[in-house]
């Protein structure tokens, strides 16, 4: 079913929840369609290179991908295929769906039988499609990464915000020397509250200090 951007809230996006792969046959060909998580163009590339690696002699790797900036950024490559029949009905699939901070790459192994631009048109992004109808679709937001510093005795107090905010335990990183030290992932629309919190508990960083760091 195709999102409905109305019912997100500020800062919110659709995107995949797990890496998802759909193959099908077509007149003798191969396709696989690869939905991954990308939020940059140093993942995507890394993620692409992966895929190359995993689907070796393969004739042809062609992508889209949408990532969440202002203005969005998306882009599309037909990777050899004619121009227009490939990265552009894969990227239709990613926009039918609202997805962003996604990537698809669909790998072609070349059965022997040409299937014409339509042919072409409707396997790329068929499959693509496929692929995303097979995917838990979810509702993300921007994350902020902070940098922290606290003492032993509000460690506990920390972890029960994490809960109170619904925020996962594995979003935080901590290191236990002298104090505690880390770095915590929090989701932009909760950052504010939460070191509100930290700051009424903890004035004047007495016992905890935070610094925000690039995501």
Known sequence: ??????????????????????????????????????????????????????????????WAYRFNTKPITEHAS???????????????SLKKYSLLNTMAVVTRYYGGIKLGVK????????TTFSAIENA??????PMLKISFTCRYELYNTLLSLLQKYKIDPSNIQAIFAEDISGEILLPKSTANVFLNDINYISPQGKIFSYTIITP
């Open 1 to 62: 079913m195709e999102q409905n951007d109305n019912s997100l809230k500020e800062g919110q996006f659709f995107s995949i929840a797990l890496p998802v792969d759909f193959e099908i046959t077509i007149k003798h060909s191969l396709f696989i369609a690869s939905l991954r998580i990308a939020s940059n163009k140093e993942e995507f590339n890394e993620i692409l290179k992966q895929l190359a690696i995993q689907y070796p002699k393969a004739n042809h790797y062609c």
């Open 78 to 92: 037909d990777a050899g295929e004619p121009p227009g029949t490939a990265g552009r009905p894969i990227l239709g």
């Open 119 to 126: 042919g072409l048109i409707s396997a790329y992004g068929g």
């Open 136 to 141: 838990e679709i979810i509702i993300r937001e």
